[in-house]
């Protein structure tokens, strides 16, 4: 472990190996096995390095028991004898940025509030740790944020040493170390001592900057989402362009845009508010409509459309009004069929006898009481045809 090329010089580029074996695995995935890699294989929380082995892509990297295979696009039986290896240094930075941040912000959540990092992933945007408490505040996100920032413009040199299990008693370890042997240590002098097999930069500058995006509730812990490096500008031009179009839509400084639209909102659900309200009065209209049209004091009418929500306002807004009379209503909605069966206070028969009898008609399910109830289902029959079955039982 301590002879490979990304543990001995983390900022290797390029190198030269030779060709070990060739193989293809039980899933069909080609791959290459060298004498040597820079390439970081998935594991410990930092994703897989890409890039080329000669001409070969190399598109996922694996240790499989004692080997490091390089899985290519290609088969690469015909390539033999010294290959050079060449990372893409991009993506590989990026991950060494996001890493060594996550170490210099679980410290600090550490040092200044005791919140230890139970889990760490290291996404494709941002990059997340679980810390162990049920509650953080913004206060604490900001002296946290500070912290690590702090460390990072210290410039402090990132050290890696190789121990035994019985060395470990003399470094102050964030954590416990889960592995007897091949232990790596990744140590920021005077801050954080933690064992690590992933790949980090030579001192803390090169992390950038950090930056604390959001906060999320998971089980009893606190997932913290943060970006280092180049991921902040990223994340910073992605919210500039967000908040830049809000405020043109809003016609309205970028400093104004939060206030504009808390104000919109507040009008909208005012409006909402008002909408409903005169929708329910022209329900009322329509129901004293229709109940000057009944039948043996029956109300009967089929609707295309119309939410089923709608007809329960609607039939409890007829029998309130009259309370003789059924409503029996009918809507087809986009080919399928739904009914309300309503009755007033002075009807004895119940609702339930309709929905027993029409729901079977049109393969439906439904629910209710005794005075209203509801169903929906296959538009097996025509609207007309079931709103006659449900009137049948009322001659």
Known sequence: M?????????????????????????????????????????????????????DFRVIDVEKVENEIRHYVEEDPSTLHGEIIGVLDWERRFDHMQQHCGQHILSAAFV???????????LGSELVTIDIN???????????????ANKIILENRTIETIWVTKEDLHNYPLRKDVSVEEDIRLVIIPDYDYNGCGGIHPTSTGQVSLLKIMSTEKMKKNIRVSFVCGNRVLTQLAMRKKVLSDVARNLSVPEEDAAIALQK??????????ALGEAQDALLVYEANDLASNKVNNVVACNFVNRSVQTLQKLGRA??????????????????????VASKGTNVNLSMKEVSSKVLPLINGKGGGNDSLVQGGGEKVISA??????????FS
Do not use: W
């Open 133 to 147: 408490t049920d509650q953080v505040t913004e206060e604490q996100l900001a002296l946290v944020e500070k912290r």
């Open 264 to 273: 919109i909102q507040k009008d909208a659900k005012a409006t909402e508010k």
């Open 384 to 393: 007309e045809d079931l709103l006659k079955e449900m009137r049948a039982i």
């Open 111 to 121: 040092e200044l509030f005791d919140f230890a990092t139970v889990s760490f992933h």
């Open 318 to 339: 007829i029998v309130v009004q009259n309370p003789d009379l059924v409503a029996l209503l009918v809507s087809e909605n986009e080919g399928k069929l739904q009914f």
């Open 2 to 54: 301590k002879e490979l090329y990304y543990y001995q010089d983390a900022m290797l580029k390029e190198f030269h190996a030779n060709i070990v074996r060739t193989g293809i695995d039980e899933d069909g995935r080609p791959f290459i096995v060298l004498s040597n890699t820079a390439f970081y294989p998935t594991g410990g929380g930092q994703p897989h390095d890409t890039g080329f082995i000669n």
